[in-house]
């Protein structure tokens, strides 16, 4: 880990409960260091320090990401590590008390995804031309993302033993390491034999594997090894600019968007729940909202008396 995110001995404890005790991911660890980092920092330059903040320190230091300019999203995202940290030095009777559990987050406004036209994604997914092994790899991404719906973590931690090509299926391991089967349509399937295919995958198996985790990878890097997720993601954003999507296009809108469509052409919610991996029904609302919205933008675009002068 770099010196510069280097944490107090309570916070690095707390870090390894996180890790240990709740099972949290990589991926969340880091961005509870991230957060944590810059405000133990903070509390530094305050000469203040974890074991002796307050509730006035946390409201100041909550006035001071919104002074910065931080979105509410990303206060209350810092907030909760913050919480979740002085929580855990009180319950371990490390100091007296919680300074942070009256500290209310910013109120974040209700964001609705901002789907692709069907339009937009057939010609996304046409962008991808050629045989090469990383165009077929592209391709199968693409499909995949779309397709399934998968979050791009989810994607890039996919292994072989997770496909039933044959079956249509795929095994994807969400939030928490909960598992769920996910059914696959016929241009993810093609899509994914062609890149399992010799010219695919098979192309890019270095002569001798890094990790052993690579050799079990669903998708490779052109070096051989398990694509990332940073990998994955520039993927998407350079076929979107590709197709006059730049700024508008990531993986997550194209999660958003099979959601969407699918509830456009009249999927059960409940089955859409499920295909996301969503643990609260709630969640999936949104994607109604948004489909409503559209279906009444489409009747007013289209419906000669739905718009009287």
């Known amino acids: 880990m770099p010196a510069a995110l280097a944490l107090p001995l309570p916070a690095e404890e707390f870090l390894v409960w996180l890790a240990v005790e709740r099972g949290r991911s990589v991926n969340t660890l880091a961005a509870y260091r991230r957060d944590l980092h810059r405000y133990t920092a903070w509390l530094e330059a305050e000469g203040r320090a974890v074991e002796t903040a307050t509730e006035p320190d946390v409201e100041r230091y909550v006035a001071h990401l919104r002074a910065e300019g931080r979105a509410p999203a990303t206060v209350a ?8 940290l002085h929580r855990f030095l009180a319950d371990e ?11 209310a987050p910013p109120r974040v ?5 901002k789907p692709l036209d069907e339009s937009e994604v057939a010609s996304l997914l046409d962008a991808v031309v050629g045989t090469m092994p990383v165009h077929r790899r592209d391709r199968a991404i693409l499909e ?10 989810e994607l890039c931690g996919l292994s072989l033993a997770d496909l039933d090509i044959g079956a249509g299926l795929v095994r994807v391991f969400g939030k928490g390491a909960k598992e769920r089967i996910v059914p696959l349509g016929r241009p993810s399937r093609a ?9 695919g995958r098979p192309a890019l198996v270095p002569s001798r594997w890094a990790r052993r985790d690579d050799a079990e990878a669903v ?4 070096r051989g090894g398990r694509l990332s997720r940073q990998g994955a993601w520039a993927i998407v954003r350079a076929y979107g600019e590709r197709v006059g999507l730049s700024g508008r296009l990531s993986p997550h809108v194209l999660r958003h968007s099979c959601a969407t469509h699918m509830l456009d052409h009249g999927a059960d919610i409940r089955v859409v729940q499920e295909l996301l991996g969503h643990a609260s029904i709630s969640t999936t609302q949104v994607y109604t909202k948004v489909s409503t919205e559209r279906l009444r933008a489409v009747y007013d675009a289209a419906h000669p008396r739905a718009r009287r002068s």
């Open 77 to 84: 995202r810092a907030l909760v590590a913050v919480r979740t």
């Open 93 to 103: 009777g490390a100091v007296a008390g919680d300074p942070a559990a009256d500290v």
């Open 109 to 113: 406004p209700a964001g609705l995804p």
């Open 144 to 153: 995949l993302l779309y397709g399934t719906g998968v979050r791009i973590s």
């Open 191 to 199: 899509a994914l034999a062609d890149w399992l295919d010799p010219g």
């Open 219 to 222: 998708f490779l890097n052109q």
